[in-house]
């Protein structure tokens, strides 16, 4: 059974850099397109980043583009989020979920496995 595990989070000064990663046990990374979403607190959640099983096939947010890239190496079973140029608007807790589709897109409603997330907080 797929399990993911995001790490990476932490506390950034505005216009710093994280990257996180989203890691995957129990079943090859490849068989997946996963999203990168976020939630704030007293906010509903957002989805930030898509990326397809090949990883040829990625999409933003409108918040983000310019600023995030998302990369996978499924060798690794691990995608990544880099996160350049941090606002305090992107503290968030950010999860990855895995979904059947081989390009994924916005709905939660088709992903069957999210991670935990971590916690991502933009201060100074």
């Known amino acids: 059974q797929l399990q993911l595990v995001e790490s990476g989070g932490n506390l950034v000064q505005p216009g710093g850099s994280l990257r996180l990663s989203c890691t995957a046990s129990g079943s090859p990374l490849d068989y997946y397109g996963i999203g990168w979403f976020r939630q704030a607190p007293g906010q509903e959640r957002e989805g930030v980043s898509l990326?397809?099983?090949?990883?040829?096939?990625?999409d933003y947010a409108i918040s983000v583009k310019g600023r995030f890239t998302i990369s996978r190496d499924n060798a690794k079973s691990t995608v990544y989020l880099q996160m350049n140029n941090l606002k305090p608007e992107d503290t968030a807790i950010y999860s990855c979920?895995?979904?059947?589709?081989?390009?994924?897109?916005?709905?939660?409603?088709?992903?069957?496995?999210w991670g935990q997330g971590t916690q991502v907080t933009v201060s100074s």
């Open positions: 990326i397809s099983r090949s990883g040829t096939s990625t």
């Open positions: 979920a895995a979904t059947h589709l081989p390009i994924p897109t916005w709905g939660p409603s088709q992903y069957i496995t």
